[in-house]
């Protein structure tokens, strides 16, 4: 503090009021001081409200806009109807979202198991070990490599070699983006899982993996598929890794090997093409896959918020 | 099982955790507590299948590996994309070496390839995207941690998350139809108008450009710092708070001393994430920046990143050295990507012991 009362022992002659009152001992300068203080709290309080405020007003502004704008372009064609040629009025993205669902479907079923195995390995086997630490901290970094990344590694090893995109190269582009996210999320779960209950089934005879499975994954089950929803609903709205694998498609497509169209693909291709009525589909679009993402968060959320596992450890 | 008395979510003073560790025994043949309810029920083939052999030490071992192959499966993915990405850019390593990422030439039709203009669009974009969203994520977890009623805390957490949850596409529709205007018609003249004369606001502005892009940016990068932030603020101890506070200090002098100085490493992890995110963020960017390979020192000027070339032109890149040229970038994009993420989870790391991170 750059004031100090012993510096200044003598109180001014102003001060001479203040010193009546023995409990009020207090200088110009530590009145100035405490002054200033009282003065820079409130204006830092004042900044982080001000600041919060900014950050919410643009979530706001955007989904306010996104339903305005996605609400009053949806209709039953969207959901029906595959895109209708340029300069023709209509048409829906009904092949985008099977096609998005097909992927991500692949995604998954690649994805999850092997990042649920992981995240058993690194909670039930690889406690305190130097190799489970250094696979959590890939698993961390790899969680930050861009999805563009994912989706040329993608493209150099399967595309390149089958020579033509395909549905099953974007969902390994998804599935590789998945599996750090399980990992952590299966890891941290498995943690809560009191170890009393594991030893009850050891101590019964139940072998080790039998005790994984029916014990600690089960116990550990809801916050398991919150971590499994979170991925999924953080893959369902990417669209760099799908740009050069799976590619899109004007058509119905169901074959995994050939290009189909997604749902964000096809939001990206339209929003930045010139006509108003491709706009329009963007935004619907951009609606449908977000109130998606959302009520999946938001199950996340409740389903997690129900506290299955916080009274568990 | 191996118990560790270090391990964060137990209690080691509970004599559970300092139990030695249990072996199933394998050999024994019996009954087991599950078996015996599996019984009383109609029992599946699977379920009798496994009780008469998934008691041996060969099953205990076969699952053990394949969770095992399945962790080590994280490194392979790791090392796999990087070998394979430096396999396909070889054509382009070996032609242009180093002098790739120094050379500003960018010539598909002639085969001239260099890597700088996106390097400074990527760099200008996120550092600027920085400088506008750290005071305020910072700001926001001040006010979460510290300063708000406990009754908004939930609904502002949840609000940020849901922030990170949308879709970097659906930030680029917004931006390309709400802010590129606001940028052309309000902001830029505005700017201008302002701090026109320290030359970074020249030329002429159609919206999009380097600036917009770094406010896309930092709405997108807010959630990620304020919410590791905020975090990182509640693992400082309590008790930290209160001796600051018994000393007289005002809330904010407590803040500063007693939890921004005790965070300040994780905080600077979480900045540095942010970074990482910021230098690989594709769609919204392309969407915005306005794609072409120039340096300016204006922020109006259009520009171009790593990412953005990527997801522009990859599709279209016709003969190997435009292909080799375009997944060299992805692999410079792929190693530094690395190296910030590493330097910040090792931060951010350090703060919270390695608990897991939170998931976005």
Known sequence: ?313 | MPVSATTPQMDPSTPSAKATPLQAPAILNFVSAAETVAEERAPSPIREYLSTCGNGAFADRTFATVMLICALSIFAIVLFIFIILVARSRPSLAQFGFSFFTRSAWDPVSGDFGALPFIFGTLATSLLALAMAVPLALGVAVFLTELCPAKLRAPISFLTELLAAIPSVVYGLWAVFVLVPIMRDQLGPFLYKILGWTGFFEGSNFGVGLLTASIILAIMILPIISSITRDIMLAVPTSQREAVLALGATRWEMIRTGVLRNARIGIVGAIILGLGRALGETMAVTMVIGNHPDISKSLFAPGYTLASVIANEFSEATGDMYLSALIEIGLALFIVTIIVNAIARALVWAVTRGAPARVH
């Open chain 1, 1 to 313: 503090m750059s004031v100090n009362p012993i510096q200044n022992p003598i109180p001014s002659a102003e001060d001479q009021g203040q010193l009546r009152t023995p409990m009020n001992f207090q200088t110009r300068r530590m009145r100035a001081n405490s002054m200033r203080r009282y003065v820079v709290n409130n204006l830092v309080t004042g900044l982080a409200m001000l600041s919060t405020v900014l950050v919410v007003a643009p979530l706001v502004a955007i989904l306010v806009y996104l339903i305005y704008k996605g609400a009053s372009s949806l209709n039953l064609a969207f959901f029906t109807q595959i895109p209708a040629p340029v300069g023709e009025v209509g048409g829906g993205m009904a092949n985008s979202i099977v096609g998005s669902a097909i992927v991500l479907a692949l995604a998954s079923s690649m994805g999850i198991p092997v990042g649920i195995a992981a995240g058993v390995y690194l909670a039930e086997y690889g406690r305190g070990k130097a190799l489970a630490m250094a696979i959590r901290f890939t698993a961390d970094v790899l969680n930050g490599i861009p999805s563009i990344v994912m989706g040329i590694a993608a493209y150099s090893l399967i595309v390149m070699r089958q020579m033509h995109f395909s549905a099953f190269s974007g969902g390994v582009a998804l599935a590789i983006m998945m599996v750090p996210t399980i990992t952590r999320t299966t890891e941290e779960m498995l943690a809560t899982v009191p170890h009393s209950i594991r030893e009850a089934a050891l101590g019964l005879g139940v072998p080790k993996w039998r005790t994984v499975i029916s014990v600690s994954l089960r116990t550990a089950s809801p916050g398991i598929i919150t971590g499994c929803m979170l991925a999924f609903a953080r893959v369902a709205g990417e669209t760099a890794p799908l740009l050069f694998t799976a590619f899109g498609n004007q058509f119905w497509s169901f074959k995994l090997n050939e290009p189909i169209a997604a749902l964000p693909l096809q939001i990206y291709v339209y929003a930045i093409s010139p006509y108003d009525e491709w706009h329009r589909l963007a935004w619907a679009g951009a609606l449908v896959l977000i109130v998606m993402i959302m009520v999946s968060v938001t199950l996340v959320r409740i389903y997690a918020g129900r506290g299955v596992l916080k009274g568990a450890s």
